[in-house]
């Protein structure tokens, strides 16, 4: 009997113990072999699942980055919570965990040591990944020139729950909310919140109007 050289995707999973969402990554991220067959389905050789079963350690490195913003927050449990979430998508996907960051500290604050410490771990090249929950653990503005800068030093930054697809009105919406609420809160401490009810109030309100009057940009169009 002619001895199997390939291996399904789910195949694949199976022999090495993780999911076939997990071997898709891979695949993706250039770590496993693949070829793809007149059908467009993954066969993964079993010369490469050899590899990998031989050499432990040699699957993604990942940094777990976790952040609340208050005080408050942290007492609440809120960080030790996102943290959990953050370590159970990491077994999920097949990761090893090879450090786990978590800090109580404003998106603002340049001084973050967590933040130095991820980006130290980054430049050493220690680690293939970094997870995070949503884009504003790490940043508020400017995520994707993050990501660009990461991916100089071959990291890739995972999300785990991404930002939603926003037409412009809607993300100038959240942008603004986001800068004067980050902004009022190191000013006014708690009164922030109250500023942004309001803010928010007065921003739906605006919306509502441009909806009635249909000025938005999709409906805008100068005609030809």
Partial sequence: MKKKEF???GEAARALGVSVKTIQRWDKAGLLPVVRTATNQRRIPIDAIHQVLNAPGTLLRCAIYARVSSAKEERMGNLTRQVERLQHVAQERGYQVAALIAEQASSLNEGRRGMKNLLTLI???????VLIE??????????????EAFRWKHVRLEVVEPAKAQTPTEELVADLLSSVTVFSRRVYGSRAN?????????????LKAEAVDGTDDENNQTPP
Avoid: V, W
């Avoid at 430049?123 to 990944?129: C, K, V, Y």
């Fill in 123 to 129: 430049d050493q090249q220690a680690i293939d990944l």
């Fill in 134 to 147: 949503y884009p504003d653990r790490l940043m508020n503005f400017g995520f994707g020139y993050l990501e």
């Fill in 7 to 9: 291996l399904s995707a």
């Fill in 194 to 206: 109250n500023i942004r009810s309001c803010l928010s109030h007065t921003l739906k309100d605006c």
